[in-house]
Nanobody
Framework: QVQLVESGGGLVQAGDSLRLSCATS????????TGWFRQAPGKEREFVAT???????YYADSVKGRFTISRDNAKNTFYLQLNSLKPEDTAVYYC?????????????????WGQGTKVTVSS
């Protein structure tokens, strides 16, 4: 079993930056793929970024060049750096872990989820 706890959300202005963290507990964190998803009000949860056990990384087109995913296996923590934020980035952001250690993009591919952290970007 893996527990995930996000932190770092908040209210910012357009153009600002935030760093989200996802602290994990449980065994074998470094064997999992990890990802970030987000859900805006009235919308479905969508893929944002993922990093595989190998270090391969993929981003959604909407965040490519602005967001950066990373992980620190020694700390059992992974991160999402959000730069050049836009109002349309406003959402609850969720971290997730996938026992299949590959880059995958579907919500249903991930086995463990955090509780979410809210990011609000004002114009």
């Amino acid at each position: 079993q893996v527990q995930l706890v996000e932190s770092g959300g908040g209210l910012v202005q357009a153009g600002d930056s935030l760093r989200l963290s996802c602290a994990t507990s449980g065994r074998a964190f470094n064997t999992y793929a990890t990802g970030w998803f987000r859900q805006a009000p009235g919308k479905e949860r969508e893929f944002v970024a993922t990093i595989a056990r190998s270090g391969n990384i993929y981003y959604a087109d909407s965040v490519k060049g602005r967001f950066t995913i990373s992980r620190d296996n020694a700390k059992n923590t992974f991160y999402l750096q959000l730069n050049s934020l836009k109002p349309e980035d406003t959402a609850v952001y969720y971290c997730a872990a996938d026992r299949v250690p590959l880059c995958r993009f579907g919500v249903h591919s991930y086995d463990y989820w955090g509780q979410g952290t809210k990011v609000t970007v004002s114009s």
